[in-house]
């Protein structure tokens, strides 16, 4: 046993039995893990799935990232400079014999492990998980009392893409001059901008995931920071890209303190035509609050502007009472002492405050609208009453949905375990509008009056998969809504791979969409969902969850005809000696064929197909198979007659392959 593992052991009073193999595998630089030439192409290791050994000075320790119930450190190379960073993982915390518990910051260690990368398709982060079985292999400490290497500065532009931020990937960086433009993101997260474009700042690490959780926030809009943080390269829910993740708040340092803008209300939060508004604020500085405004404007007119007075800190104006449907948007604006601005809503470019004038009432519609970027509802934090059909009940979630039609912005999320309503119900119901994680609800519900029961059920809005998936212009109008997707594709089985949550992707052609199983549907837990599964009508919610949007099935009644093509080609046995790409059957084909290929080792598999122009208008298969053999149904019912080529791609292997579509 080296003398170094043996000094730890000892300190820590450990007595460890544990199977060491320092020597047996490759020693290679946390560069030669990291770096690619073209990320933009491909951001995977070069060294991905292999078995290596690395030294690198600890810049956390175990306990300092969230990380879930794994332990996981950041290391750096010595010299620094890009390209030295990684992140290293060890996948349960109830496996014991890797000592990674014991590393502190600053302790220069040797760890044996495999390169992977995660998410598996997509911009990814190259981790390093450390062996635990048959035998775990421990961590090797050289020493400690190395300094953390020189910290690179960045700007916002370094961090836009993976051809610039590519090469910073779980690196510490620093970013000076980044001013807070929205410090309530979804997820804990806060938005800064500096000189050159915006970053993404998150809760990644433990202490500062406690202080937000535990009734602490980010520093207020229009703060001016100068910011140490991590690098985190990943594609997440919803989310593609890179953040900073301070370790500490204390990694935030203040440059500059503008007022606190807090506590936004109006009354009446929906008013008549006949009713003035107040908008009332409270606003505190570390000096003295100079001015404080309000910004408004009717029908997108020209803003007028009215100051706000206060007997203490609690700030008002007036609206006047506005026109039958007049859409009125504003904000506000505070300045102090040292001639410092606060502002709200943070980024008036991406939203503000909003409300629309309703003789009759506000509508579902109201509640979801939005003209801003921001798709946050302009009825936020007010209680409100409006009326609805239910179209799932407490037999398909522990909450329910309503619509007061099928039109867009036409349902809501109701979010009442207590009211036991019914399918068809027409009910009024009183609650507070709460945007959770970015999806609009009534929550905190007050009242609920059924009007009449026994209604028909609002029929399911028949839709792409391309317009309700993650990132398309038109989801957000079917949020909430019962919606139907004909004639799709499980193109994806284990989108979450290698945990499993039961989601799945279908296609119709237009784009993959998640399916998910949060009410009384089991979705693909138990692999009841194939790759290139082909589903007549599948039925559901439309849901916004961990930043992705998904189809909720209420249950199994809503996935209707659902053929199972199978996963294992008939006549084939054993595994395939090679990479095989076999002719599609049928051909001519109208509209769905069949293609079949054979995949020998575990490798990222691509199966697209493309017009005579050389355009892709498919891909039916991105990600990990193998080994084994493989069919995959290609449905052309958006395509017009000709003739299209498939391509499998896999490692060097290529091949392709021509079909005709005749309708």
């Not at 008013?271 to 107040?278: D, L, R």
């Not at 109201?366 to 409100?384: H, I, K, N, R």
């Not at 349902?411 to 009910?427: E, F, H, K, R, T």
Request: with cysteine; charged share 15%; net charge negative.
């Amino acid at each position: 046993m080296k003398k170094g593992i043996f000094t730890l052991i000892s300190a820590l009073g450990l007595f460890l039995v544990v199977g060491f193999a320092w020597g047996q595998y490759p020693e290679v630089s946390i560069h030669d893990i990291q770096f690619v030439s073209d990320p933009m192409t491909d951001d995977d290791s070069p060294l991905l799935g292999d078995t290596v050994q690395v030294v690198g000075v600890a810049v956390s320790s175990a306990r300092d990232v969230g990380v879930g119930a794994r332990w996981s450190v950041y290391i750096q190379d010595t010299l620094g400079g890009p390209w030295s960073g990684l992140m290293v993982l060890q996948n349960d915390t109830t496996e014991s014999g890797t000592l990674i518990t014991s590393v502190q910051i600053g302790y220069l260690v040797r760890y044996t492990g495999v390169v992977n990368e995660y998410p598996p398709t997509g911009l990814s982060a190259t981790q390093l998980e450390l062996i635990t079985s048959p035998s775990p292999i421990a961590v090797d400490p050289i020493g400690p009392g190395f300094d953390i290497p020189p910290i690179i500065t960045v700007n916002a532009d370094s961090l836009d893409s993976a051809d610039t931020g590519e090469k910073y990937e779980s690196q510490l960086v620093y970013v000076a001059d980044a001013r807070v433009i929205n410090n309530d993101l979804p997820g804990n997260r806060m938005l800064v901008r500096d000189a050159t474009g915006d970053i993404t700042c998150d809760d990644h690490f433990s202490a500062v995931y406690l202080y937000l959780q535990g009734g602490g926030s980010w520093p207020p809009n229009n703060t001016v920071l100068n910011i140490t943080g991590m690098v985190r390269n990943y594609q997440t829910y919803g989310f593609e890209g890179y953040t900073l993740n301070p370790r500490t708040m204390d990694d935030l340092e203040n440059i500059s303190s503008p007022p606190v803008i807090s506590d936004l209300d109006r009354t009446p939060p929906c008013p008549t035509s006949s009713e003035i508004i107040t908008i009332q604020a409270t606003v505190t500085d570390n000096g003295t609050v100079e001015a404080c405004s309000l910004h408004y404007s009717v029908d997108y007119a020209q803003f007028q502007h009215l100051a706000m007075t206060s007997p203490d800190s609690v700030y008002s104006a007036s609206i006047p009472a506005q026109t039958d449907g007049a859409f009125v948007h504003y904000f506000i604006t505070a300045w102090d002492d040292n001639s410092e601005m606060g502002i709200a809503p943070g980024d008036t470019s991406e939203a503000m405050l909003f409300y629309t004038v309703r003789d009759a009432g506000p509508t579902i519609y109201d509640l979801q609208w939005t003209p801003f970027v921001d798709d946050a509802s302009g009825y936020e934090g007010l209680e409100m009453t409006v009326m609805g059909i239910v179209v799932t009940d407490t037999t398909h979630f522990s909450y329910y949905f309503i619509q007061d039609g099928n039109s867009p912005w036409s349902g809501i999320w109701v979010n009442d375990a207590v009211n036991n309503v019914v399918l068809g119900d027409s009910i009024e119901v009183t609650g507070t509008v709460q945007e959770s994680y970015e999806m609009t609800r009534l929550t905190d519900i007050s009242t609920v009056t059924v009007i009449t029961p026994g209604n028909p059920v609002p029929s399911p809005v028949v839709v792409n998969t391309g317009d309700i998936m993650t990132g398309a212009a038109t989801a957000e109008q079917w949020e909430s809504i019962l919606v139907q997707v004909d004639g799709v594709t499980v193109t994806d089985p284990f989108p979450d791979s290698p945990s499993n949550y039961g989601e799945f992707v279908v296609d119709d052609g237009s784009g993959g969409v998640l399916v998910d199983d949060s009410g009384n549907f089991n979705g693909n837990n138990d692999s009841t969902f194939h790759q290139g599964d082909t589903i007549e009508h599948l039925r559901g919610v439309l849901f916004y969850t961990f930043y992705n949007f998904k189809i909720e099935p209420r249950d199994t009644n809503d996935v209707i005809n659902h053929l199972v093509v199978g996963v294992e080609l008939t006549g084939e046995s054993g595994f395939p000696q090679t990479f095989t790409l076999k002719p599609n059957y049928p051909n001519p084909f109208n509209p769905v064929t069949l293609i079949q290929y054979g995949v020998p080792e575990k490798s990222r598999v691509s199966l697209k197909v493309y017009n005579i122009l050389g355009q892709e208008v498919a891909t039916l298969v991105n990600g990990q198979q193998g080994p084994g053999w493989f069919t995959v149904p290609f449905r052309a019912t958006h395509l017009p007659s000709g003739i299209y080529f498939y391509r499998l791609q896999a490692g060097v292997f290529s091949e392709t392959h021509k079909m005709i579509l005749l309708k």
